[in-house]
């Protein structure tokens, strides 16, 4: 798998994944609205320079997550990617009680119309769930 690093900084790092041409995420940390937003406008700018409709959110190293930036996650930045014209959203987290319910309430709260999002344990299942689209295209009739 061919990736190239796009932005990083000790809270997030975005890669593209040349091959599968997904973008991928991967925060890290106490997140709060600045760095959120930070992440947000160069992961937005990514997708919209390379026309990804897929993409990976890592947040298993992510630690906490303010209250105001899920309120930004929820009623703006999930918003935002859907009109850049990302399709799919597989979240990967942490497998402990409290990320899980942080990520069920911010997704399911969020009002999108085209863009499917997802959440995984395991990065293969994320991955095989992304793909799964492409997987038509490359079927012989």
């Known amino acids: 798998m061919a990736t190239q690093t796009l932005f990083s900084t000790p809270?997030?790092?975005?890669e593209l994944d040349i091959?599968?041409?997904?973008?991928?995420?991967s925060w890290t940390g106490f997140l709060g609205m600045k760095q959120a937003m930070e992440g947000m406008e160069h992961l937005l700018n990514e997708?919209?320079?390379?026309?990804?409709q897929?993409?990976?959110?890592?947040?298993?190293?992510?630690?906490?997550?303010?209250?105001?930036?899920?309120l930004y996650l929820q009623n703006d930045a999930l918003k935002s990617m859907e009109e850049v014209g990302l399709k799919k959203l597989g979240i990967i987290l942490a497998e402990n009680i409290?990320?899980?319910?942080v990520a069920d309430i911010v997704y399911q709260k969020a009002d999108l119309d085209q863009l499917e999002?997802?959440?995984?344990?395991?990065?293969r299942d994320c991955l095989k769930w992304l793909v799964a689209s492409y997987e038509r295209y490359l079927t012989p009739f």
């Open 11 to 14: 809270y997030v790092e975005i």
């Open 19 to 25: 091959d599968r041409h997904i973008i991928r995420t």
């Open 54 to 70: 897929h993409h990976i959110s890592d947040q298993t190293g992510l630690k906490a997550l303010m209250e105001d930036t899920k």
């Open 98 to 101: 409290s990320a899980k319910t």
């Open 47 to 52: 997708i919209q320079v390379h026309n990804i």
């Open 117 to 123: 999002i997802r959440a995984f344990l395991d990065e």
